[in-house]
DNA sequence: TCTTAATGTATAATATTTTTAACATTAAGT
DNA sequence: ACTTAATGTTAAAAATATTATACATTAAGA
């Protein structure tokens, strides 16, 4: 009944020559824990911190970020 | 040479049976305040705030907010 | 086995978003 | 002119995101 938001860091990470988290923090200008925290969902980022990280891996903010019911 | 977050959520409301900020704000879960702020811009809303009042209007995040150079 | 880079995790401090409450202004209808 | 709904705006408190610091664990290479 509510919905959640997921994220595809770690795969786009993967993706993008296996990018460390400490370089996605740096290029997104946050901290490597602001990373690993989003990742593993501990809470969601702020639009600008989110059109960052999408922008870093150079996709749109919904091929990073969605928003579904969660099973 | 530095990104700005837009919306388009005036215009959305006003097409969207000239919703009011109180009733968007309603649907959205937050207060009038909240959306009055992000509409006129003083901060970026969450991203999960975002989701919501794009779910609002049914339309895609990217319809209601843009990250873009600002002029 | 030893090192090292990468990641996991936690806590307290700081920054930003959101709420609450209040009052002002504007526009529209009567 | 009066009323009322909608919006503009502000300030302080509360909630949430982010930083800074620190230490533990894991995986890979020398």
């Known amino acids: 009944m509510s919905?959640?938001?997921?994220?595809?860091?770690?795969t786009l990470r993967f993706f993008a020559n296996e990018m460390t988290q400490q370089e996605l923090a740096e290029k997104a200008g946050v901290t490597r824990q602001t990373i690993a925290a989003i990742e593993k969902d501990k809470y969601s980022p702020s639009?600008?911190?989110?059109?960052?990280i999408a922008d870093v891996f150079n996709v749109p903010l919904n091929e990073v970020f969605s928003y579904k019911e969660d099973e």
Chains 1, 2 share one sequence.
């Open 47 to 52: 639009l600008e911190l989110a059109f960052k």
């Open 3 to 10: 919905k959640k938001i997921s994220n595809t860091i770690k």
